[in-house]
């Protein structure tokens, strides 16, 4: 198989099929679309592959044919029938003050007049909108085809302002609601985004969507199976570690029978060849690890969180739970699922190494900003292996020193045990290290057990008894019988909590 361009950061399908570069066939997806039903919704994170679907639903509904040769959908389709098509993207331009959102429209709509050699006159935007679709269907003779792309970046561009938030919501759900008005002239419609609003915030008016978010049928429409990688694009797997690859960019999943990779950060470690948080690195939104420590959330917590259908939408421009949140913008995905009388339950966790090194360095990036989080981090994992317990300590006491105060106050946790072990686990994690909190064992629970080069260390903190204390209790409860079969290393380290210093106050440790 011979080599190819690698697509980076290209969204055009036109161009990845005339420039040969390499693609992952998705056409069959999409006829399975047209034949099934007519109104689609799909919620999927920031460079997933979203954009280069809805293209490749725009070529294809108008008939351009070469470019689909040798594709799954090549033979099955009807290439005389070209559809108008009216693909809307709200990717470029920023919506944070009034006006925007209606004058970029108003903007669009006119390049389509144009293209289409139609002038019209309607008072509304929608009046405006839905004109636009009769006239296309008279002109044309074929029903017309509606395709938004970053459907709610007008909504989510506005969330510090909660009133133009909602102005822009309600703008949004006229216009939306243009297409259930004109069904009869339209001949499939495709909305995709990130965040996944509930059909009474958005789509009140277009309530005949289907959902493609959790149909376990779609769960990869897009993004790259390993099936994917071993055909498409062995050419560049050549000596690379793919269990490696797995562990680093493996493991989202909606409900598929397999996982799938981000097709942003795969594409750009094939290019470097290089382990790192490709994908992370190209704009974790700023607002999101804030977010999780005003809210006081345990980030070892986000290891299995069990949601329900209804938790994983926002129900308003505002109240997004926060697994919701999370799981919309790619950061937890589904890992296990069950049913019972009262419908799916979802287990979400970290898709991968990738996801969750990086999630904690931002959190620990936030809670002490003049840190160097990364470094941090790769130091942590220098003094482990080395069985270097007192720099172990003595970084843990920086920490939490150069934490600021207007921190604590602001978030009111400093005198849970919960927040001090939080940080603890935030490390090991950041650093991409195996770490489980509060794992059970036959006699109880550990507060953090954590694997590295050295061996395995189990902690207990405590913030009322002493450090000594913590290590009897280690002792007695025998959490680390567990661990003794793998022949290494295991070291019982109890850490007491000053309230009043808001640090350490002891560190012991006890090696096995």
């Not at 029903?143 to 949004?172: G, K, S």
């Not at 989080?373 to 920086?398: I, K, M, P, W, Y």
Request: proline share 3%; net charge negative; aromatic share 12%.
């Amino acid at each position: 198989m011979k080599r190819r361009k690698l697509p980076t950061g290209i969204q055009t399908f036109r161009e990845i099929r005339e420039d040969d570069c390499y693609y992952v066939d998705k056409t069959a997806f999409a006829l399975r679309l047209v034949e099934e039903g007519k109104h689609y919704f799909l919620s999927r994170p920031r460079r997933f592959g979203k954009s280069l679907f809805v293209d490749t639903l725009k070529e294809l509904f108008e008939g351009n044919e070469p470019l689909f040769r040798g594709l799954a959908i090549h033979d099955r389709w009807d290439w005389s029938a070209r559809h108008p098509v009216l693909r809307f993207s709200f990717a470029a331009g920023r919506f944070n003050r009034p006006g925007r959102l209606e004058a970029s429209f108003a903007d669009k709509l006119a390049a389509f007049e144009r293209a289409a050699g139609v002038a019209l006159d309607y008072a509304t935007p929608e009046g405006r909108f839905a004109g636009l679709i009769e006239a296309l269907r008279e002109k044309s003779g074929q029903r017309v085809v509606v395709l938004v792309d970053e459907y709610d970046r007008p909504i989510t561009d506005a969330l510090d302002d909660q009133a133009l938030a909602e102005d822009n919501r309600d703008f949004l759900r006229g216009v939306y609601g243009v297409v259930k008005d004109s069904d009869a002239l339209i001949r499939f419609s495709f909305f995709t985004g990130v965040s996944k609003f509930s059909k009474v915030s958005i789509f009140s008016e277009l309530n005949n969507l289907t959902d493609l978010t959790l149909d376990r049928r779609f769960a990869a429409i897009c993004g790259y199976t390993d099936d994917d990688l071993d055909t498409v694009f062995a050419p560049e797997l050549q000596g690379v570690d793919r269990q490696t690859v797995r562990d680093w960019y493996d493991g989202y999943n909606w409900r598929g029978e397999r996982n799938v990779y981000n097709p942003y950060g795969m594409l750009l470690f094939l290019r470097s060849r290089e382990f790192r948080a490709h994908w992370f690195e190209t704009g974790t939104p700023a607002f999101l690890p804030k977010t999780l420590l005003e809210r006081k959330v345990d980030p070892a917590a986000l290891e299995a969180l069990v949601v329900g259908d209804a938790d994983l939408s926002a129900s308003d421009v505002k109240h997004a739970k926060t697994e919701a949140l999370l799981f919309q913008t790619g950061y937890l995905t589904i890992i296990a699922e069950e049913h019972d009388a009262v419908g799916y339950l979802y287990r979400l966790g970290y898709p991968n190494r990738e996801v969750r090194c990086s999630l904690n360095m931002s959190l620990l990036a936030e809670m002490a900003p003049d840190v160097p989080a990364q470094t941090e981090c790769s130091h942590l994992r220098r003094l482990l292996a080395n069985h270097d317990f007192d720099g172990v300590e003595r970084l843990f006491r920086a920490f939490f020193a150069s934490v600021p105060y207007q921190w604590h106050m602001k978030n009111d946790i400093a005198h849970y045990e919960g927040y001090y072990a939080s940080v603890f686990y935030s490390h090991f994690a950041g650093a991409g290290l195996e770490v489980a909190a509060e794992e059970s064992t036959g006699r109880g629970r550990s507060d953090l057990a954590v694997r590295h080069d050295g061996g395995v260390c189990v902690f207990e903190f405590k913030t009322t008894a002493g450090a000594g204390a913590a290590l009897a209790q280690l002792r007695e409860k025998r959490y680390v019988d567990k661990y003794r079969h793998l022949g290494e290393p295991i070291h019982l380290i109890g850490v007491e909590f000053s309230e009043r210093e808001r640090n350490i106050a002891a560190f012991e440790v006890e090696s096995t």
